[in-house]
């Protein structure tokens, strides 16, 4: 926001009239146009109307639309790729597939955002922008082209590993790009909205490619037949995002000559020792870092029962036709659901219970229904139970998103968030990592889930143990008030 924008400053002053005022005539006077300041909403009240308001001056920039149909259409692709990905490893004919192999697919799928995240940055603060969405995404067409062939060409497993981290190693970069960009075609006053609307599109655009990837498979007779089939559709819709970056100016997109002129050397250390602050100005607030262990705990479970999952749609629930996959596919959408109901309930049960009280809420119910949904490893009580573990694992999320927000210092924000994206993705790969030892090929394991379940009731006690020093710490400060 400009200073002339700001509440009090006069925006436009109409000059006096040259030379010497004539009788009887008044000298104008300055008008003043004040930028009336935004009320806040009353506690609980809906914004709706203001968020529509804002929603539409959004889309009616060009450069927001732009930029948006280039995310949607490249994470539309990232789901169609990822599904087709899975079900080659989970479900191909021609090996058979343990849980060590699911383990080397999470690791490929999920550490490259782990390893390069806080450093795509860097680099992405030195690189035109459009031009990382526009090479971005081709170079990720040509490699899921090639990925295709080594499939068709029965190459080495770790020829196809190594072909997948490459796309989701530069998909990092596509994506850290595609949120540096935003500020770039958005006023500074709907730069909120419009980073609440873009990554959401962005979700849903992922989850409707996965479901697409399910139903083009469909189509197809072999197995083979369908992976080929699914990842062909990525790197077609890969292309198209890259062409759609074309719309956008060359230079549109920043970064600035002076940010280009940097050393990159330097910048990287910068890096690396702000990420030490981080961690440390973290260790400085417990409720922030109670909060992230606990969502790392509760992401941790999450894994290792999403593992469960596939290796009994592979073996258990597979009748030797598509009713497998089919199974998988509802999983993936139930689980699914259960994240947008979290979305819509948060809210309105944290205004009731607290943000801690629901968090440990969550925690409590996933203890006790893990163990009871999912002991009978029959489908229907399963899908039941990936509803609910969507719904608690977003809504822990939810509240430790917004206690990391209110509790960490700006300044560090964006180094703590890092770390958290660090956390959040290391934790759902060791848990592929801890279940592929654990679990049988047949992927029922009662000791698995007692584990998750004993986690669950571990997130429960730390949250509640930080929720009542929380409690203490306010009553005493309020008293010495």
């Not at 295709?148 to 796309?167: H, K, N, R």
Request: aromatic letters at 6%.
């Amino acid at each position: 926001m400009s200073p002339g924008a700001l509440p009090g400053r006069p925006l436009h002053r109409p000059p006096f009239p040259p030379g010497p005022i004539a009788p009887g005539r008044r000298r104008p006077r300055t008008t003043f146009h004040v930028k009336p300041e935004r009320q806040p909403q009353p506690e609980g009240q809906p914004q709706g109307a203001s968020v529509i308001r804002d929603l539409r001056g959004l889309l009616r920039g060009s450069g927001f639309r732009r930029l948006l149909t280039v995310r949607l259409l490249s994470q539309f692709a990232d789901g169609v790729f990822q599904v087709g990905l899975a079900t080659y490893v989970v479900f191909a004919p021609e090996q058979e597939t343990r849980p060590t192999d699911i383990a080397a697919a999470m690791a490929v799928l999920l550490l490259p955002y782990s390893l390069l995240g806080p450093f795509a940055g860097v680099l992405l603060d030195r690189w035109r922008r459009r031009q990382v969405l526009l090479f971005g995404n081709l170079l990720r067409c040509g490699l899921v082209v090639a990925t295709c062939a080594l499939i068709l060409g029965g190459s080495p497993d770790w020829l196809f590993y190594l072909s997948a981290l490459l796309v989701t190693a530069v998909n990092r970069f596509v994506l850290a790009g595609l949120s540096a960009a935003l500020p770039r075609v958005v006023e500074e006053e709907r730069l909120v909205v419009a980073n609440s609307l873009s990554p959401t599109a962005g979700t849903l655009a992922a989850t409707v490619g996965g479901g697409a990837a399910f139903v083009v498979q469909l189509l197809a007779r072999s197995q083979g037949a369908k992976d080929t089939l699914a990842l062909l559709l990525a790197a077609a819709i890969y292309l198209l995002a890259g062409l759609s970056a074309l719309r956008l100016g060359r230079d549109q997109l920043g970064p600035s000559d002076a940010s280009l002129a940097r050393d990159l050397r330097a910048a990287l250390v910068t890096t690396g020792r702000g990420l030490v602050a981080g961690l440390r100005h973290l260790h400085e607030r417990p409720l922030a870092a109670g909060t992230l262990t606990g969502v790392g705990l509760m992401r941790f479970c999450y894994g290792a029962l999403l593992v469960t999952v596939l290796m009994l749609c592979r073996h258990a629930w597979d009748d030797g036709g598509d009713e497998g996959v089919a199974l998988l596919g509802v999983a993936v959408g139930v689980s699914g659901a259960g994240f947008f109901v979290a979305a819509l309930v948060t809210p309105w049960l944290v205004a009731r219970l607290g943000r801690l009280g629901w968090y440990v809420c969550c925690a409590l119910s996933a203890a006790v229904l893990v163990p009871a949904l999912g002991l009978s490893f029959r489908p229907v009580p399963m899908l039941v139970a990936a509803f609910v573990l969507g719904l608690v694992s977003q809504s822990a999320k939810i509240v430790t998103d917004t206690v990391v927000q209110a509790s960490v210092l700006d300044a560090f924000r964006g180094r703590v968030f890092s770390l958290y994206d660090m956390l959040y993705n290391i934790a759902f790969v060791g848990a592929a990592g801890v279940a592929a030892l654990i679990l049988p090929p047949d992927g029922r394991s009662p000791a698995l889930l007692c584990l998750v379940s004993a986690i669950y009731v571990l997130t429960a006690l730390l949250i509640h143990r930080l929720r009542r020093r929380t409690v203490s710490r306010e009553t005493a400060t309020s008293a010495a008030g």
